[in-house]
């Protein structure tokens, strides 16, 4: 499926990848800067770096977000598929209601009414109170997406399948499922993405003890949000780059995001 | 099995190994703590040890000073923070418990003691209360210091950035600087005030000559006139990042708290600026918060609590908080331990006269707090 | 059909019960909360008075309409969240295009490139653009130069509308991508193979044959985008200045400093209904050309 691409859209893509790049490359380029103001640019050192690894209150954080993404990604990318699924395929009236809600809440409304509610069955607070809060938003993402995707899907396969005596379930895997991978990925990786960098739910739903990134550096906004977040940052990103190619090695055709 | 399949369950498998490994580093870092908790407390009854849950303000503690405690104490500290007094009591409000130790304003104080989410001190663990000088004791939010110890103090002053001022020809004494428009939009774009109504209004009404602590609809509407028509000049409300700003150049003059104040005049010689940051306490009088050290009703470890307040009333280590951030000082004993530069300005350590004319903000009732909100909201969208 | 109903409850079961629990049951709470009297502290009265009755009030209600600024401020950060939406589409949807074209092997690559930098923090981000658009850079200096060069005042991109818009843009892009990316792979080349045979221009072959095609796409993106810009305030906190506040800001001001939990209850809820409302038309409006194509 070679296409030619015109001009203009290289050209395009090309800005908007600018765009998207040129606030990480400040973030990266700061993280050597010797200076504890994130402003201009003084000269350069690692010292950050070496700084970042003795302190544990990050690095635990950091620690915790990563967990708390990986769990609500996969949690909610089942029941987000299942929902998305469910919504394309049959006529219903509440589950919509509920899976694009979570997205239109301001989140600090979330936070408290959530807080309020684990409060009331007595739960304690903590990774696992965020990452049930998290999952709860995360999946009305997977669901829209998928359910993007199999509105624009053949239905005609499944009826041959079908026909061809599969089981609803056997069709679904063998048919609809792969068909819908790419949707269901991006599902996760959005689901990765808003967890990984929420902060009013988490602030809300943190408890006394449980800290994640996004807490530990808005603790930090006060007085000068030091280059080691920078570094922490770029760490982060290549931690998650290397999960990516540590996955694609071990599972070559999960990231098929195309068919 | 189609291919996709087999591929998102070797990356499932390998995830979930991933997460019980992340998962069992963190078990293992707590079991030994608890292990030494347990062994410690039966051997040493007298001195209280364990964990300490520190609900406590950004930046508002030396590391070297949590350090010494938990070495001296064999405890462990997990410290959360907030940036608003606001923002810590919605947080209990809302049902989150589990503190020991809470650093609230007074005024913020106010309405714990009225909700009765604060548990009585033990005055007879905290020998070194007496460190704490008169008159920052027995005050009438807290008779006779039931439920608080004072632990540092603030002022909310106007800070500037010398070389840029002097270009422009002001010499900012008082709060003209902020409200009076002649002169504030003359730094047109380059000023910012801090994104809170307490001390915005608070400032307005010293400005205008009225007691901050009013609690007249006028007086509210009178002082949300001045705002609204200085706010053309101001170029944002801003709490969080204008130390930076003012520290990198890029704001002039602010709105702001002494210590904030402190920082972005040290940050800027670290960072070889040639300019300073004065702080100047405004001749009209300025506001005063207190923060105090308080014990939660739901305290897990009250004998720790305890040991950490007066650990924190010994001399040299309440001295390291003014140091690192310039804050002001109740206790006595520390004064000796305080760097000159910190003890000398006038912004952190007032004067008797300049003390005269600072202001405590007292808790503000709900309806008067509904009619700010109002105004507030007004000033903002306008 | 009895197989069919089962595989609904089967399949919808386990999510629809998930988010009764952890979403409809706390927004329940604050429904509620909305029609309660403001605690006396702070928080909520209790729901049961001394006397025995449901200490209920639509005073919140009342508050809400009768103060016109409430209405003003929902109306702009609607156009800013328009304005966003927009943006983000035109900034989208070309990517996408290029990705989708490209040769399976860079698909991935290109994909993940678009969702990296978000892997990082969104405060250190913020800031990032803080600098970025600050009065010492290079763009600042550009733009005040050519304004410079007409006569003009300097403009401070810092603290303004322009700077939240920026980086509301910014903030949302990867969720306006994905799904129209999700979409537009599955186009069949085919049809504008045909098209072109049949004598098509580009742009034509665009507006008959891809747009309508990957509608479900760019709703889903605008969706993602629009409704949580509508309501967001960390970024307007953060780069608004004095001018660029949206409803978000006014929400979380109820919740901490106002104390005023059943105000900020209430326009939480007419901003869910807003932008709720406003999606299920739009919905409404994107429906028929599907069917009549």
Known sequence: ???????????????????????????????????????????????????????????????????????????????????????????????????????????????????????????????????????????????????????????????????????????????????????????????FTLSIDDFVITFFTAGASASTLPLQIYSMVKIAVTPEVNAISTLLLLLTLLLITVATKIAPGLLRLNR | MSFPMRDVLRFALVATAALLLAACGKKEEAAPVKAEAKTESKAAEAKPTGALNLYNWNDYIAAETIERFAKEFGAKVTQTYFSDNDEMLAKLA????????????????????????????????????????????????????????????????????????????????????????????????????????????????????????????????????????????????????YIKEMTAGNIWLALGYSTDMYQADRNAQEAKQDFRVVSVLPAQGAVMSVDNMVIHKSAPNAPLAHAFINFMLDGKNSSELSNLIGSGNANQAAMAYIKPEVKSNQAVFPDAESLKKLHQLRLLSSEMRQLRGQLWTEIKVK | MATDNKGKWLVGGPPLAYLIIFFAIPCLLMLVASARAPGEFGGLAPLVADSGKLNLTLASYARFFASAIYLQLFGKSLWYALLTTALCLAIAYPLSMLIAASKKKYRDLLLLLVILPFWSNFL???????????????????????????????????????AVIVVLVYVHLPFMVLPLYANLEKHDPALLDAAQDLGARPWQRF???????????????????????????????????????????????????????????????????????????????????????
């Not at chain 1, 915790?64 to 049959?90: D, E, K, P, Q, W």
């Not at chain 2, 005050?139 to 909310?156: L, W």
Request: a positive charge; glycine letters at 6%; aromatic letters at 10%.
């Open chain 2, 94 to 241: 809302a049902g989150a418990s589990g503190y020991d130790i809470i650093v609230p304003t007074s005024n913020a104080m106010e309405l714990m003691i009225k909700k009765g989410d604060l548990q009585p001190i033990d005055k007879t663990k905290l020998p070194n209360l007496k460190n704490i000088r008169a008159e920052f004791l027995n005050t009438p939010i807290d008779p006779d210091n039931k439920f608080s110890v004072p632990y540092a103090y603030s002022t909310t002053i106007i800070g500037y950035n010398d070389k840029q001022m002097k270009k422009l020809g002001i010499e900012p004494k008082g709060w003209e600087a902020i409200f009076d428009p002649k002169v504030a939009c003359g730094v047109k774009g380059k000023l910012t005030v801090l994104d809170s109504p307490d001390e915005v209004f608070s400032a307005a009404f010293i400005y205008l000559g009225i007691d901050p602590n009013t609690s007249s609809a006028e007086d509210y509407k009178k002082a949300a006139d001045a705002i609204k028509k200085a706010k053309p000049c101001w170029a944002a409300f801003n709490s969080s990042s």
């Open chain 3, 207 to 293: 507006w008959y044959v891809t747009w309508p095609l990957s509608l479900p796409g760019v709703f889903a993106g605008a969706a993602l985008v629009f409704i949580p810009a509508f309501g967001i305030f960390a970024v307007p906190d953060l780069v608004g200045g004095t001018d660029g506040i949206m409803i978000g800001n006014v929400i979380k001001q109820q919740f901490l400093e106002t104390r005023d939990w059943p105000f900020g209850s209430v326009l939480s809820i007419v901003l869910m209904v807003a932008a709720l409302g406003l999606t299920a038309v739009a919905a409404l409006a994107a429906r028929p050309r599907r069917n009549a194509a």
């Open chain 3, 124 to 162: 250190i981000r913020v800031y990032a653009w803080m600098i970025i658009l600050g009065p010492e850079w290079a763009l600042a200096r550009i733009i005040n130069g050519v304004l410079g060069v007409f006569g003009a005042e300097p403009v401070t991109l810092m603290f303004s509308p322009f």
């Open chain 1, 1 to 191: 499926m070679n296409r030619r691409i015109p001009a203009w859209m290289w050209a395009s893509a090309a800005a908007a990848y600018l765009f998207l790049y040129a606030p990480l490359l400040v973030v990266v380029v700061f993280s050597f800067n010797d200076s504890k103001l994130n402003a201009q640019w003084v000269g350069f050192t690692t010292a950050w770096y070496v700084k970042l690894f003795h302190n544990e209150e990050m690095l635990l954080a950091a620690r915790n977000s990563l967990v708390i993404a990986l769990l609500t990604a996969m949690a909610s990318t089942v029941l987000g598929t299942m929902a998305g699924f469910v919504m394309h395929r049959y006529k219903t009236r509440v589950l919509p209601v509920l899976v694009l809600a979570p997205i239109a809440i301001p989140e600090i409304l979330m936070g408290v009414a959530l807080l309020m509610f684990f409060v009331m069955i007595n739960m304690t607070l903590g990774l696992v109170s965020i990452t049930l809060a998290h999952i709860a938003f995360c999946i009305g993402y997977v669901a829209i997406v998928v359910r993007a995707r199999l509105a624009g899907m053949d239905e005609s396969l499944v009826e041959a399948a079908r026909d061809c005596g599969a089981t609803p379930l056997a069709a679904f895997r063998y048919i609809t499922l792969p068909l819908i991978m790419p949707g269901v990925i991006a599902g996760a990786l959005m689901a």
